[in-house]
């Protein structure tokens, strides 16, 4: 049984910084792409960073780029969001997920591409 476990979201101030971290268990691929998805209330599922376990490549989302950075331990197989400089805007339930291969389309990270969820951790940004 796969199982996806995000930790590390709670409350912070605006530009503050917090690490979200992904435990995945049950499912090993070589090749395997992790990624974090972010949704706020009344918007859209965006995709903000995801990582090939295959070779480590990474792909960041405009919106955040500088500011967000994605990590992997494939021995632990974990994948780590890095968020610094944290701003209002960037409230929101944040997921990971995992699925077969990475690919980035024409509207950023396709959320229909994983196959496996967390369950989300919410960070929250106050002015």
């Known amino acids: 049984q796969v199982q996806v476990v995000e930790t590390g979201g709670e409350p912070v101030q605006a530009g503050g910084s917090l690490k979200l971290n992904c435990v995945v268990s049950g499912y090993y691929q070589r090749g395997a792409c992790m990624a974090w998805f972010r949704q706020a209330p009344g918007k859209k599922r965006e995709g903000v960073a995801q990582i090939y376990s295959g070779d480590g490549s990474t792909y960041v989302a405009d919106a955040v780029k500088g500011r967000f950075s994605i990590s992997q331990d494939n021995v632990k197989n974990t994948v780590s969001l890095q968020m610094s400089n944290l701003q209002p805007e960037d409230t929101a339930m944040y997921y990971c997920?995992?699925?077969?291969?990475?690919?980035?389309?024409?509207?950023?990270?396709?959320?229909?591409?994983?196959?496996?969820w967390g369950q989300g951790t919410q960070v929250t940004v106050s002015s």
């Open positions: 997920a995992v699925g077969s291969g990475c690919r980035v389309g024409a509207y950023g990270i396709p959320p229909s591409d994983f196959i496996y």
